[in-house]
């Protein structure tokens, strides 16, 4: 019911800056909050950033200060600012939305299919 599509992902050195990207599209009443994943080889899925419909945002300790999370409304689309990237940033970053797909709820949870940052020391 609801597709996201992630871009933005590649290759940086130490130091550098990637902005990802999320798109939503389907049957979208209202999005609840949308947020910012990353999983490592022989690691769990670990929140990165999270914000809210509100526009509240929390962040991860390992990127406060670095990573910047914003949401244009009107383009169901969530961003990932990263900069300062460390190596141990390193993973497949997926976007989540949870939003409601009716005026009376319907609240769906969905995931992208990940898109790889890779950075180099």
């Known amino acids: 019911q609801v597709q996201l599509v992630e871009s933005g992902g590649g290759l940086v050195q130490a130091g550098g800056s990637l902005r990802l990207s999320c798109l939503a599209s389907g049957s979208i009443f209202r999005i609840n909050a949308m947020g910012w994943y990353r999983q490592a080889p022989g690691k769990q899925r670990e929140l990165v950033a999270g914000?809210?419909?509100?526009?509240?945002?929390n962040y991860a300790d390992s990127v406060k200060g670095r990573f910047t999370i914003s949401i244009d409304n009107a383009k169901n689309t969530v961003f990932l600012q990263m900069n300062s990237l460390k190596p141990e940033d390193t993973a497949v970053y997926y976007c989540?939305?949870?939003?409601?797909?009716?005026?009376?709820?319907?609240?769906?949870?969905?995931w992208g299919q990940g898109t790889q940052v890779t950075v180099s020391s």
């Open positions: 989540n939305i949870v939003a409601a797909t009716t005026a009376w709820g319907n609240v769906v949870n969905s």
């Open positions: 914000i809210n419909s509100g526009s509240r945002t």
